[in-house]
């Protein structure tokens, strides 16, 4: 069993930055891949970014590519996602989740065992 939970969301202007932290606990460190998807309302919940369990491979969703960075720090059991020239349309409810069926990263949501309650990111123009 792993938990994850969010922080570091909230209200930013357009343009503006947020960093979002996923604390897992519950498993021995750093032994999963992660990723972070967001669900806007009315819409489906779509891949942002995943990081394999050793931090060395990434992807990112072309709609956040070169604004959004995922990171890990598996001394801290961390995941994080840095985000950068916010636009409105990023605001969502953001999760992390961890995969326990895959070795690197994945993009396909079905393949995640375990999943946050979410953060409110809000990108005000």
């Known amino acids: 069993q792993v938990q994850l939970v969010e922080s570091g969301g909230g209200l930013v202007q357009a343009g503006g930055s947020l960093r979002l932290s996923c604390a897992a606990s519950g498993r021995p460190s750093g032994r999963f891949p992660m990723g972070w998807f967001r669900q806007a309302p009315g819409k489906e919940r779509e891949f942002v970014a995943a990081?394999?369990?050793?931090?060395?491979?990434?992807s990112h969703a072309d709609s956040v590519k070169g604004r959004f960075t995922i990171s890990r720090d598996n001394a801290k059991n961390t995941v994080y996602l840095q985000m950068n020239s916010l636009k409105p349309e990023d605001t969502a409810v953001y999760s992390c989740a961890a995969s326990m069926r895959v070795q690197d990263w994945t993009d396909d949501l079905r393949l995640y065992d375990y999943w946050g309650q979410g953060t409110q990111v809000t990108v005000s123009s």
């Open positions: 990081i394999s369990w050793s931090g060395g491979s990434t």
